[in-house]
């Protein structure tokens, strides 16, 4: 390494630059690492700047550090000259100039190269072709994005695709810094064999004929002026510009270049077939396939995922990254340098870029550099807009936006218009827009990242959160109404979009501002419950209303995250926990007047005291809700209460009942349009036919149920019903179809169990049981009832006997006595065991449960048998 004090004058015009950079700092008594984060760059920049190794920096680079350093005039001045000095002025009628790029900076023209193999980039070149090649074409197209994301390659593959449509001739020029007007006019038409703007004119004669201009944002002002003295001169001339921003003349075209798609969170362990469907995958496979010979291993894939998700699908910061796996694996690499991609080198020889410009030392040294070039070419005020942006982890809406901008107000309270910002940062490439949806707007991930270490470095970050939290709350609260009803799919999706930021948001408001996180997770308690996270929204809810700095908040707000706490607990069989709360919450909305939440309240508890054997209590809280609903015309929860009511015929063993009610819940669900509550419905008449005996029609309504609440997205009901279906098989003795359905019951987790339209009848499966004897809960049961049911149309009574002794184990504290009743009938018709037929006559004594006729006959022969 060369010693700081040992610096020799260096080429190119930067002799001084090294010594006035480190007197400068020295001065303001900065480290490197602290002048570097002052500036916003990589420490290594201003390293290599010191010891003269780089030999010409981007001037943006400069001028950040000029700002950092406090440097006022002259001083500023002398250090911004010492960086690039001001190259000769050239005249627009000298010899065109030798075909490289000169020691000034001066724009060249150059020998067009080859094109480089594109990975994902096809539509991109076919949307341009057919722009270049259409008529009346555009006289100017704009490639505009970061450094490093492909611009150049992009618009070297269409030059030479459109090649044959161009009979002028393709050409290309190369901008340097410091060029003026005469060197970019005169490098123009001299890629064209030509002295003279007229000869130009005179040589195509009306052809057309395509120049491209690479690197504009190098001196913006003469690229305009001599792109509008060859729409004059040249009718025929098509021009082709790459920059880090629109040339800005009338008619441009702008064509924002994206990064490549990347997988998303959720497909990192998706097979190697499936993740190098993804351009950004595919080509780091590709560069890493040049430097090691072996593939990625499948212990290796996921962290490559992360990696490209972790780049932006950035291809010169992937191609980079691919490079140091000569060294390192995967997952070192995603270790060593997932959380400071910024860092990340983008010269020095890393990798070859493709185009003219692979050595170029004008390139940015780092991503940070990168995205500080086009951060700087923002107003102060799109600056500031874009460090909120930041906060956003993944996609999100325009509201979204004027949400987190809101406070950015004029004196009369109007939100400025976000769309024209938005319109900035997707012609400067710091906006990714994918998709047609609402939350299609993304900033790319490097750029997300350098915004918010500068309202980190402003001081802003905290209140940033806090706004961000505070609209994803306001978003779950338009959004949590939807969550039952014709919307209802459409309401979980759109949270499903969001939910790394529902995360974020709720992690960072429960430290900073836990009523809002109070009010962002009472609002998401459904949404947690059909996306199968109830333990950990229980969690989460208990944590809040637990906290002091909650206990004043508005009663009715408590009261929806207690009754979230109980809807959640019923999930996974705690239910009973939680009565209080239940309980609690009902008091609070009926002394609000809230009718809704009262509506809530008494379902949940109806679905909570089943769960403790309180059936009576819960058939009033049913009643309850059908009154109530009636009385203001709530349809739906007039369809509710009926269901409720009919899953309780259906414990007792009336039938009758339940059809009349289930038949009213039809009606009423189809008049307020509510679907799922009509599949509910029919997952209800499965089990009424399967109590009927009629195991055919439960298995065709409870295959097509199971269909219906797959598109709907509610795990539970799908495994409760799934147990109707499995027991309606093995009654009816398809012993092979029953014993699939229990493969699908068993490796799941514990469900939830209660009553009606929202939590479904009884006996629902959760767990599954591994042999007689060790049933531990609801599912378990039915899962012993089905083996039992099996064993006995086998012939088998001693098995079948304890796989129905597990089944009434497993009931005999569950909120169920049908299922209590079915296993006791099992394995009385199993063993003729007189304690087991006085037990059985106990609980049907006890709950009121009837004996459906089936069962009064089976009985009635075993003790025919008996007698005999």
């Given at each position: 390494m060369t010693p700081e004090h040992d610096r020799s004058p260096r080429p190119g015009g930067l002799t001084g630059l090294p010594d006035l950079l480190r007197g400068h700092r020295l001065a303001a008594g900065l480290t490197q690492a602290e002048l570097a984060s002052r500036a916003g760059i990589g420490v290594r920049t201003v390293r290599e700047l010191e010891r003269g190794r780089s030999l010409r920096p981007q001037r943006t680079t400069v001028e950040l550090l000029a700002t950092a350093l406090g440097l006022a005039e002259p001083a500023r001045s002398a250090f911004l000259a010492a960086a690039r000095p001001v190259p000769a002025p050239r005249s627009a009628t000298a010899e065109p100039p030798p075909a490289r790029h000169d020691d000034t900076g001066a724009a060249a023209p150059v020998a067009l190269p080859p094109a480089a193999e594109l990975i994902g980039r096809e539509r991109d070149v076919a949307e341009l072709v057919k722009m270049l090649t259409d008529e009346p074409a555009p006289r100017l197209v704009s490639l505009v994005g970061l450094a490093g994301v492909g611009k150049t390659a992009l618009a070297l593959a269409v030059a030479h695709a459109v090649a044959g449509r161009h009979p002028g001739g393709v050409a290309g020029v190369l901008i340097g810094e410091g060029s003026d007007a005469a060197d970019v006019l005169a490098a123009s038409i001299a890629v064209f064999e030509v002295a003279r703007l007229p000869d130009l004119a005179v040589r195509l004669a009306g052809r057309p004929a395509l120049l491209l201009m690479d690197a504009v944002e190098r001196a913006p002002d003469p690229v305009a002026e001599t792109v509008r003295r060859l729409a004059v001169a040249v009718p025929s001339l098509r021009v082709l510009v790459t920059g880090r921003h629109p040339v800005g003349l009338r008619g441009e075209r702008v064509r924002p270049v994206a990064p490549l798609d990347v997988p998303p969170p959720g497909r990192d362990h998706a097979g190697p077939d499936a993740l190098t469907g993804y351009p950004a995958v595919a080509l780091f496979a590709a560069r890493l396939a040049q430097v090691r010979p072996d593939p990625p291993t499948p212990a290796e894939l996921p962290a490559m995922a992360r990696l490209v998700r972790r780049l932006g699908g950035l291809p010169l910061a992937i191609e980079l990254m691919a490079a140091r796996g000569r060294v390192l694996d995967l997952n070192e690499l995603l270790d060593r340098y997932g959380d400071r991609v910024l860092d990340l080198a983008t010269s020095s020889g890393a990798a070859e870029r493709p185009g003219w410009n692979a050595t170029d030392p004008a390139v940015a040294e780092t991503l940070r550099d990168a995205v500080a070039t086009s951060y700087l070419l923002l107003a102060p005020e799109e600056q500031a807009a874009l460090r909120r942006l930041a906060v956003f982890g993944n996609r999100w809406s325009i509201e979204l936006a004027e949400e987190v901008l809101a406070d950015d107000v004029d004196p009369a309270g109007v939100v400025p218009d976000p769309v024209p910002l938005l319109d900035r940062l997707l012609q400067l490439g710091l906006l990714s827009v994918r998709g047609s949806g609402p939350f299609r707007f993304r900033l790319l991930d490097a750029v997300r990242d350098f915004a918010a270490e500068q309202a980190a470095g402003a001081g802003e970050l905290s209140c940033v959160r806090r706004r961000h939290a505070r609209a994803m709350a306001r978003l779950v609260t338009r959004t949590a109404p939807e969550l039952v009803g014709v919307r209802l799919t459409a309401a979980v999706h759109r949270l499903d979009e969001v939910s790394g930021d529902i995360s974020s948001a709720l992690a960072h408001a429960a430290v900073d501002d836990p009523v809002t996180a109070l009010r962002l997770a009472a609002g998401l308690s459904r949404w947690w419950r059909f996306r199968g996270r109830d333990v950990a929204g229980r969690r989460?809810?208990?944590?809040?209303?637990?906290?002091?700095?909650?206990?004043?908040?508005?009663?009715?707000?408590?009261?929806?995250?207690?009754?979230?706490?109980?809807?959640?607990?019923?999930?996974?069989?705690?239910?009973?926990?939680?009565?209080?709360?239940?309980?609690?919450?009902?008091?609070?909305?009926?002394?609000?007047?809230?009718?809704?939440?009262?509506?809530?309240?008494r379902t949940v508890l109806c679905a909570l005291l089943i769960g403790t054997g309180g059936h009576d209590e819960a058939r009033e809280q049913a009643e309850a809700v059908l009154a109530l609903a009636t009385r203001h015309g709530r349809t739906r929860d007039m369809a509710v209460a009926q269901n409720n009511l009919a899953w309780h015929g259906i414990r007792v063993g009336d039938l009758v009942a339940a059809r009349r009610r289930l038949a009213a819940v039809d009606r009423l669900a189809t008049q307020s349009g509510e679907q799922r509550l009509r599949v509910l419905a029919q997952a209800n008449l499965a089990e009424v036919a399967r109590l009927e005996g009629r195991y055919a029609d439960a298995v065709d309504r409870g295959r097509r149920t199971l269909s219906a609440l797959t598109g709907l997205g509610d795990p539970g009901h799908r495994r409760r019903v799934l147990g109707t279906v499995g027991l309606a098989l093995a009654q009816d003795g398809r012993t092979a179809e029953a014993a699939e359905v229990l493969a699908q019951l068993r490796p799941a987790g514990v469900a939830g169990t209660g009553p009606g339209a929202t939590y479904g009848p009884a006996g629902g499966p959760g767990r599954a049981a591994a042999g007689p004897g060790t049933v531990t809960g609801p599912a378990d049961g039915i899962c012993a009832l089905i083996e039992g049911n099996l064993a006995l149309h086998r012939g088998d009574r001693e098995l079948a006997a304890e796989w129905f002794a597990a089944a009434a184990e497993a009931a005999a504290d569950g909120q169920d006595r049908r299922d209590l009743v079915e296993a006791l009938v099992g394995l009385a018709a199993s063993t003729a065991d007189p304690a087991t037929l006085d037990r059985l006559d106990e609980v049907c004594r006890n709950s009121g449960v009837r004996l459906l006729p089936h069962e009064e006959q089976l009985l009635y022969a075993l003790a025919a048998a008996r007698a005999k």
């Open positions: 989460w809810l208990r944590r809040l209303l637990a906290d002091p700095r909650t206990a004043d908040a508005d009663p009715v707000l408590r009261a929806w995250a207690s009754l979230g706490v109980a809807r959640l607990a019923a999930e996974h069989g705690a239910g009973g926990e939680e009565m209080p709360s239940a309980r609690a919450a009902l008091a609070a909305f009926r002394e609000a007047g809230d009718v809704t939440g009262e509506l809530e309240a």
